[in-house]
């Protein structure tokens, strides 16, 4: 029997499955999209707090992982990765979800100053409001032409990274450009 | 000497204070916010005092609050560490007035410095070079866009009472200057209470020379040689080194005698730099203004110089002469800083906040580690400054320096939340890096919208990410600090052996347990032995995380009278 675990390097969906060895490993299996298989013995042991090496074909390799909810920050030879662990139930089209980054929070903070109002016309790249945090301001930026039809906090509110910050309308002419 | 000083600081700075002083046989007091109890600088600290509400305002910044504290905490002096109130003169003065000591230049001489267009009169008195621009002390929107023009643009707006690239705006041509005008006055005001802005003739492509001082009451004042740091991000220096590959004897001789008669100019005491901007066309520069305090960066000259500042700092402090003579002092070999940020460099460099889960920093000759987290990881909150630590190399030349430090970065984790990390390795290996071609425009030009290059995505990264689901629960992954290690036996010294519910019966129970929940066979990992002896016990089951698998398992339930079966 073995454990089957989903990951997403944010370009493409891995599966890695590991089976107990009856002596003193893993078996992995690595599957990418293509199809390729691979079924290598690997042994590890765990160094401290998010610390542990594995060996894999002689190689001793160190690593550090820690986690924030699906995130895996992983630091090893060298280099640092993001990557998420995705459920396998999970539908394939997790591409779906929308970048709203730009109407969103770009950083924790207290938003200093809202430039516009509901029912402002703004224009694509127009300033909408100001966000700040450890005393540095930043601007959102209207990604699109449309309408401002709710904000959703005064100013003077502390806000969390990534939140939706206000709704507009995108006007129907702002596809053309 | 003093007895007892109090650091009115937080993080690596009041950690590396608190290290130099009880070095020198002085006890220390520690201060800190409601977030920061667990903070490194509190560790270590002999004594330690709570600030309560964590807004800078109502805790690092309230002078009253912090000299009750030193009065109280029986301490002798304060040192102020770096940003916070390091430059304030009004609260040095309630230092001094208070009956304390106050471990910095003069409070008449912070003033001097500090109102950055009162310095740059008293420089042009001094017939020291200033930047070209408009000092007048007028903030009236429409006289400063005439004087805007006067100077030429790119025009850079800064506020009076600023530092650290707040308050600041660079005007690229006239209709940028309202928006950027209003932006940088209220900035200013935010940060430091104060919206006074005045304007400067913008520079591309110089270099940020600053020179570290060091006097004494004794009219003695001496420089310690140069550090470029030209590396920079929203204004901020991210990498400094030193010596500068821009200066030769003559120019920095040149430089050197400049910065101690900026500092005698002001009758500058105690540590502080000379900040210049040099234009490496004509070898012209500028004085810039004086840091009134100890610099984040102080650790590369220290490197290379072989000479404490901290201990200085506190020996001037303390009435001490200095024993430091000018041709005395030699910079030997070359050292680099390199800032280690939570930031996000694929998002203008905005700050990230949250938990650094794991840490692990390079050990090695020449290495030192300035940490503002503990090495079991730490919050990093939105209140405050989001740097992380201080990396610092020397080596005996610039290439080699820059091989240890390649090599000290590649060993660097700090996870959890986005670092700089990443970001610093690829400016390691820029070709105008490596040659020493470095300007104040450096990240601008080479890395504007930088994006992490994604490579594919190596398959031990992927096996490292699997093998971490398996044996997280191994790892003290509930973040509270404990730290447990798996070993293939038990250790015979080992106190838990002895102990009923951790004993050598219930591991292996356990570890059948976890072997069960992942499949057949034997778990590679066969036993547990908590490394971290003290405590562990009673906070571990107390913080349980609700989400750890551990919750499952027989004799490690929370509750231990409950007769949950298994």
């Given at each position: 029997?073995?454990?089957?675990f989903?990951f997403?390097?944010g370009?493409q969906?891995?599966?890695v499955?590991?089976r107990?060895?009856?002596n003193?490993?893993y078996?992995?299996v690595i599957k990418?999209?293509e199809?390729?298989?691979?079924?290598?013995?690997?042994?590890?042991?765990?160094?401290?707090?998010?610390q542990?090496?594995?060996?894999?074909?002689n190689?001793?390799?160190?690593?550090?992982?820690?986690?924030?909810?699906?995130?895996?920050?992983?630091?090893l030879?060298g280099?640092?990765?993001e990557?998420?662990?995705v459920?396998?139930?999970?539908?394939?089209?997790?591409?779906?979800t929308v970048?709203?980054?730009?109407?969103?929070?770009?950083?924790p903070?207290?938003?200093v100053?809202?430039?516009?109002?509901?029912g402002?016309?703004?224009?694509?790249s127009?300033?909408?409001l100001?966000?700040?945090?450890?005393?540095m301001?930043n601007?959102?930026?209207?990604?699109f032409e449309?309408?401002?039809?709710?904000?959703?906090?005064?100013?003077?509110?502390?806000v969390e990274?990534?939140?939706?910050l206000?709704?507009i309308q995108?006007?129907?002419t702002s596809?053309e450009? | 000497m003093?007895?007892?000083?109090l650091?009115?600081?937080?993080?690596?700075?009041?950690?590396?204070i608190?290290?130099c002083a009880?070095?020198?046989?002085?006890?220390t007091?520690?201060?800190?916010?409601?977030?920061?109890?667990e903070?490194?600088?509190?560790?270590?600290a002999?004594?330690?005092y709570?600030?309560?509400?964590?807004?800078?305002?109502?805790s690092y910044?309230?002078?009253d609050k912090?000299?009750?504290?030193?009065l109280?905490?029986?301490?002798?002096?304060?040192?102020p560490?770096?940003?916070?109130l390091?430059?304030?003169?009004v609260?040095?003065?309630?230092v001094?007035e208070?009956?304390l000591?106050w471990i910095?230049?003069?409070?008449?001489?912070?003033?001097?410095?500090?109102?950055?267009?009162?310095?740059?009169?008293?420089m042009?008195a001094?017939?020291?070079?200033v930047?070209?621009?408009?000092?007048?002390?007028s903030?009236?929107k429409?006289f400063?866009?005439?004087k805007?023009r006067?100077?030429?643009?790119p025009?850079l707006?800064?506020?009076?009472?600023?530092?650290?690239?707040?308050g600041m705006?660079?005007?690229n041509?006239e209709?940028?200057?309202?928006?950027?005008?209003?932006?940088?006055?209220?900035?200013a005001?935010?940060a430091f209470?104060?919206?006074?802005?005045f304007?400067?003739?913008?520079?591309?492509?110089?270099r940020?020379i600053e020179?570290?001082?060091?006097g004494?009451?004794?009219g003695n004042?001496?420089h310690l040689?140069?550090?470029?740091c030209?590396?920079q991000?929203?204004?901020?220096?991210?990498?400094?080194?030193?010596?500068s590959?821009?200066?030769?004897?003559?120019?920095?001789?040149?430089?050197?005698d400049?910065?101690i008669?900026a500092?005698r100019?002001?009758?500058?005491?105690n540590?502080g730099s000379?900040?210049f901007?040099?234009?490496e066309k004509?070898?012209?520069?500028?004085?810039?203004?004086?840091n009134?305090?100890?610099?984040?960066e102080?650790?590369?000259t220290?490197?290379?110089t072989?000479?404490d500042?901290v201990?200085?700092?506190?020996?001037?402090?303390a009435?001490?002469?200095?024993?430091?003579?000018q041709?005395?002092?030699?910079?030997?070999?070359?050292?680099f800083e390199?800032?280690i940020?939570?930031?996000?460099?694929e998002?203008?460099?905005?700050p990230s906040?949250g938990?650094?889960?794991?840490?692990q920093?390079?050990?090695g000759v020449?290495?030192?580690?300035d940490?503002g987290i503990?090495t079991?990881?730490?919050e990093?909150?939105?209140f405050?400054?989001?740097?992380?630590a201080k990396?610092?190399?020397?080596?005996?030349?610039?290439?080699?320096?820059i091989?240890?430090?390649?090599w000290a970065l590649?060993?660097?984790?700090?996870?959890?939340i986005?670092t700089?990390?990443?970001?610093?390795?690829?400016?390691?290996?820029h070709?105008?890096?490596l040659?020493?071609n470095t300007?104040?425009?450096f990240v601008?030009e080479?890395?504007h919208?930088w994006?992490?290059?994604k490579k594919?995505?190596?398959?031990?990264?992927?096996?490292a990410a699997?093998?971490?689901e398996?044996?997280?629960?191994?790892m003290?992954?509930?973040?509270?600090?404990?730290?447990?290690t798996i070993?293939d036996?038990i250790?015979p010294h080992?106190p838990?052996q002895?102990?009923g519910?951790?004993?050598?019966?219930?591991?292996?129970?356990?570890?059948?347990?976890v072997s069960?929940?992942?499949?057949k066979?034997?778990?590679v990992?066969?036993?547990?032995?908590?490394?971290k002896?003290d405590n562990?016990?009673?906070?571990?089951?107390r913080?349980?995380?609700p989400?750890?698998?551990w919750?499952?398992?027989?004799?490690?339930?929370?509750d231990?009278?409950s007769?949950?079966k298994?």
């Amino acid at each position: 029997m073995s454990e089957v675990f989903n990951f997403d390097d944010g370009n493409q969906r891995f599966e890695v499955r590991l089976r107990r060895d009856d002596n003193d490993g893993y078996y992995v299996v690595i599957k990418d999209h293509e199809d390729n298989e691979k079924e290598i013995t690997v042994t590890a042991k765990v160094l401290g707090t998010g610390q542990f090496q594995f060996t894999l074909e002689n190689i001793i390799y160190k690593c550090s992982v820690a986690k924030d909810g699906d995130l895996r920050f992983i630091h090893l030879d060298g280099a640092d990765y993001e990557i998420r662990r995705v459920d396998e139930l999970e539908e394939e089209d997790f591409e779906e979800t929308v970048d709203e980054g730009s109407l969103s929070s770009p950083m924790p903070g207290r938003i200093v100053k809202l430039i516009v109002k509901v029912g402002d016309v703004v224009k694509k790249s127009e300033d909408l409001l100001v966000v700040e945090a450890m005393k540095m301001e930043n601007k959102l930026i209207s990604p699109f032409e449309g309408t401002v039809t709710e904000i959703f906090y005064s100013e003077g509110d502390q806000v969390e990274a990534n939140v939706p910050l206000m709704e507009i309308q995108q006007s129907e002419t702002s596809e053309e450009s | 000497m003093f007895n007892r000083i109090l650091i009115a600081n937080r993080g690596e700075i009041a950690s590396r204070i608190i290290a130099c002083a009880q070095e020198m046989g002085i006890e220390t007091v520690a201060i800190y916010s409601e977030v920061d109890e667990e903070s490194v600088h509190v560790h270590a600290a002999d004594f330690s005092y709570p600030l309560g509400n964590p807004v800078p305002a109502e805790s690092y910044l309230n002078m009253d609050k912090i000299i009750k504290i030193a009065l109280e905490s029986k301490s002798e002096a304060i040192h102020p560490g770096y940003g916070f109130l390091s430059e304030n003169a009004v609260f040095a003065r309630k230092v001094q007035e208070a009956g304390l000591i106050w471990i910095g230049p003069s409070p008449k001489a912070i003033h001097a410095v500090g109102d950055k267009i009162q310095a740059k009169k008293s420089m042009k008195a001094a017939s020291i070079p200033v930047i070209p621009g408009y000092h007048g002390g007028s903030t009236n929107k429409k006289f400063l866009k005439q004087k805007a023009r006067e100077i030429g643009y790119p025009v850079l707006i800064k506020a009076t009472a600023g530092g650290g690239g707040r308050g600041m705006r660079i005007v690229n041509s006239e209709h940028e200057f309202t928006a950027a005008y209003e932006s940088a006055r209220r900035e200013a005001k935010n940060a430091f209470g104060n919206g006074d802005v005045f304007l400067e003739k913008y520079f591309t492509h110089i270099r940020h020379i600053e020179f570290q001082i060091l006097g004494d009451h004794f009219g003695n004042i001496v420089h310690l040689n140069e550090r470029e740091c030209s590396i920079q991000r929203r204004h901020q220096k991210i990498i400094e080194e030193t010596p500068s590959t821009a200066l030769d004897e003559d120019l920095r001789k040149k430089m050197g005698d400049v910065a101690i008669a900026a500092a005698r100019a002001v009758n500058y005491t105690n540590a502080g730099s000379v900040e210049f901007v040099l234009d490496e066309k004509d070898n012209s520069f500028y004085f810039l203004e004086i840091n009134a305090r100890l610099q984040v960066e102080h650790a590369i000259t220290e490197a290379v110089t072989g000479i404490d500042l901290v201990r200085w700092q506190l020996k001037i402090a303390a009435g001490q002469e200095l024993q430091l003579k000018q041709e005395e002092i030699v910079s030997r070999g070359h050292s680099f800083e390199f800032r280690i940020y939570a930031e996000n460099p694929e998002k203008q460099f905005l700050p990230s906040s949250g938990k650094i889960r794991t840490v692990q920093v390079p050990v090695g000759v020449n290495i030192r580690n300035d940490l503002g987290i503990s090495t079991t990881g730490g919050e990093i909150s939105t209140f405050y400054d989001p740097m992380i630590a201080k990396l610092i190399v020397h080596a005996e030349t610039r290439e080699d320096a820059i091989q240890k430090m390649t090599w000290a970065l590649r060993n660097y984790a700090a996870l959890g939340i986005p670092t700089n990390i990443t970001f610093l390795r690829e400016v390691l290996t820029h070709p105008d890096f490596l040659s020493g071609n470095t300007h104040t425009d450096f990240v601008t030009e080479h890395y504007h919208k930088w994006k992490n290059g994604k490579k594919e995505t190596p398959f031990q990264v992927l096996l490292a990410a699997a093998l971490f689901e398996v044996m997280e629960p191994f790892m003290g992954s509930n973040s509270n600090g404990e730290t447990l290690t798996i070993l293939d036996g038990i250790d015979p010294h080992s106190p838990w052996q002895k102990i009923g519910t951790w004993g050598r019966e219930s591991l292996d129970v356990l570890t059948d347990r976890v072997s069960d929940t992942l499949g057949k066979g034997k778990a590679v990992i066969k036993k547990i032995i908590p490394v971290k002896s003290d405590n562990i016990k009673s906070s571990f089951i107390r913080d349980l995380d609700p989400h750890s698998p551990w919750k499952k398992i027989g004799p490690w339930e929370h509750d231990k009278k409950s007769s949950r079966k298994f």
